[in-house]
């Protein structure tokens, strides 16, 4: 133990500090199994818990016209237009944030599903993204092996949307 103590007091303070820093977030890519499960039990989750800082009137958007999960909410035929505000903006925060909890690859797909569901399903835009950086989010979305076939529609539909514009 006295050895332990020496060597730490003759340490580098600069590598010392590295070695502490907690704040930089360890990061190993995913497996596109292990997003792929993510991804299902993010879709399954209740959105009031994810979102439960937001305003009441989304949550009362959401329970108006039955919108539990995340699922619920992309695949409604008419969602409410601020709960994909809230869920962009939820989404927005937690990519490379160090302490989310949630992956970036999931947290960009919530992103840029929100977007498209907003333009495909209530014909309005919520981002200032370009044109071209909305189609490009929506392709790479689509092309990730990890994404069920059922978003992936989703999303092939809203890109459909996308390029016959608003």
């Known amino acids: 133990m006295a050895d332990a103590k020496n060597r730490v007091s003759r340490a580098e303070p600069r590598r010392l500090a590295n070695l502490l820093d907690l704040t930089e977030a360890v990061t190993q890519p995913w497996r596109a199994q292990e997003l792929s499960a993510i991804l299902k039990h993010q879709l399954s989750a209740p959105i009031e818990s994810d979102l439960a800082h937001e305003a009441v009137s989304d ?35 937690n990519r490379n944030h160090p302490a989310s909890a949630l992956p970036n690859e999931i947290a960009t797909l919530l992103y840029f599903a929100s977007i498209a569901v907003a333009r495909a399903r209530c014909g309005r835009r919520i981002t200032s993204l370009s044109e ?18 059922r978003t992936k529609a989703l999303l092939r539909e809203a890109a459909s949307a996308h390029q016959r514009g608003p």
């Open 132 to 149: 071209n950086e909305i189609r490009v989010g929506i392709d790479w979305t689509i092309a990730q092996d990890w994404v069920d076939s």
């Open 59 to 93: 949550r009362g958007s959401a329970q108006r016209v039955n919108v539990r999960t995340f699922g619920d909410l992309f695949h409604h035929p008419a969602p409410p237009i601020e709960l994909l505000r809230s869920v962009k903006e939820f989404a927005k925060a």
